[in-house]
């Protein structure tokens, strides 16, 4: 491992150090969504963070109460890695899905669909908000 690599670890394992014993709800120094500041409306991304120490928690529903999107974000991060895997340890030719033309059109799709609905004002709407 170059030293480079070695600084990327630390880091990311830092982040995580702080995401699991720090709650974003109860402080003030994580930075805020711009978008949700300067306009009221959420972004996809919206409660990211505070799903991200639920998540660390082991707290599946409170992720989901967070942002659901983030939540199948990890779905499709694990199915990444686990066809990787298979494909690289096994010496399998298991087709991953992520690459077809199509996936990031779909995703994109998804994303925007999400952000419509997570900003309607009423009632199934408003679960998909973050809490």
């Known amino acids: 491992m170059n030293l480079k690599t070695i600084g990327f670890l630390l880091l990311g394992i830092s982040v995580a150090i702080l995401y699991f014993f720090v709650n974003p709800s109860?402080?003030?120094f994580f930075p805020k969504c711009p978008l949700y500041l300067t306009t009221g409306i959420?972004?996809?991304?919206?409660?990211s963070q505070r799903a991200t120490h639920q998540l660390l928690q082991f707290n599946l529903i409170g992720v989901l109460q967070q942002n659901v999107l983030y939540f199948f974000g990890i779905l499709i991060l694990g199915y990444h890695g686990m066809i990787t895997g298979l494909n690289l340890y096994f010496k399998k030719s298991i087709y991953n899905y992520i690459y077809h033309p199509k996936t990031p059109i779909i995703i994109l799709v998804i994303i925007i669909i999400y952000w419509v609905l997570r900003n309607i004002p009423y009632y199934p709407f408003t679960?998909?908000?973050p809490n």
């Open 26 to 28: 109860d402080v003030n």
């Open 42 to 47: 959420y972004c996809p991304g919206c409660g």
């Open 127 to 129: 679960i998909l908000a």
